[in-house]
């Protein structure tokens, strides 16, 4: 059974960073597609980026240059350092996971989630 476990929500200022933590547990996959998405009240959730085991990632536009995501196989845990946080971040921030070298952008081809952290960012 996959778990993910999201933690290092919280709120902070604008131009402030926080760093947020997945550990993954259960996952006996030789090669999977690591992700963050997020939801905004009354929006729908949100790819923001993706980190494959080959080491390869992309994000989101509007995040480009702030976050980075990164993993410590060690740990088995996924993080997501964000800086420069704008309000417009403000959101619930999800990891997700999928097995196979390929990533996605759809959040449907994620099978499994955390239960998410909260990040709110004030202007």
């Known amino acids: 059974q996959v778990q993910l476990v999201e933690s290092g929500g919280g709120s902070v200022q604008a131009g402030g960073s926080l760093r947020l933590s997945c550990a993954a547990s259960g996952y006996t996959y030789s090669s999977y597609c690591m992700g963050w998405f997020r939801q905004a009240p009354g929006k729908q959730r949100e790819w923001v980026s993706w980190l494959s085991t080959y080491g390869s990632s992309s994000y989101v536009t509007s995040v480009k240059g702030r976050f980075t995501i990164s993993q410590d196989n060690a740990k088995n845990t996924l993080y997501l350092q964000m800086n420069n946080l704008k309000p417009e971040d403000t959101a619930m921030y999800y990891c997700?996971?999928?097995?196979?070298?390929?990533?996605?952008?759809?959040?449907?081809?994620?099978?499994?989630w955390g239960q998410g952290t909260q990040v709110t960012v004030s202007s």
């Open positions: 997700a996971a999928r097995s196979g070298g390929a990533c996605a952008t759809d959040s449907t081809q994620f099978p499994y």
